[in-house]
């Protein structure tokens, strides 16, 4: 069993910052990918931001290009996305996302977290 916890939503103005946080924990052997997707209301889901194995290859939506970073601790299996210049737009649930490999040879399986509000007041 594995679990995906997201931590350091908030509220926070317009030009802020904030960093989230996702601890992957349970029966890991590897991760494919890590990152976050996002969802505001009324929207659909949308990519933020992943990192892929083992090249550590980032990938970012255009949105937010420039402004987030995200990272990644391989001995925690944890991964971070630091989220400077924040918009309205911004707003959003987030979610901590990845592709685990159990088992050494067996396939990636996908996770989610539960999500953390991130709220940018104008």
């Known amino acids: 069993q594995v679990q995906l916890v997201e931590s350091g939503g908030g509220l926070v103005q317009a030009g802020g910052s904030l960093r989230l946080s996702c601890a992957a924990s349970?029966?890991?052997?590897?991760?494919?990918?890590i990152g976050w997707y996002r969802q505001a209301p009324g929207k659909l889901q949308e990519l933020v931001a992943t990192?892929?194995?083992?090249?550590?290859?980032?990938n970012y939506a255009d949105s937010v290009k420039g402004r987030f970073t995200i990272s990644r601790d391989n001995a925690k299996n944890t991964v971070y996305l630091q989220m400077n210049s924040l918009k309205p737009e911004d707003t959003a649930v987030y979610y901590c996302?990845?592709?685990?490999?159990?088992?050494?040879?067996?396939?990636?399986?996908?996770?989610w977290g539960k999500g953390a509000q991130v709220t940018v007041s104008s």
């Open positions: 990192i892929t194995s083992p090249s550590d290859s980032t």
């Open positions: 996302y990845a592709e685990i490999v159990a088992v050494r040879f067996h396939s990636g399986i996908p996770y």
């Open positions: 349970g029966s890991i052997f590897s991760i494919n990918v």
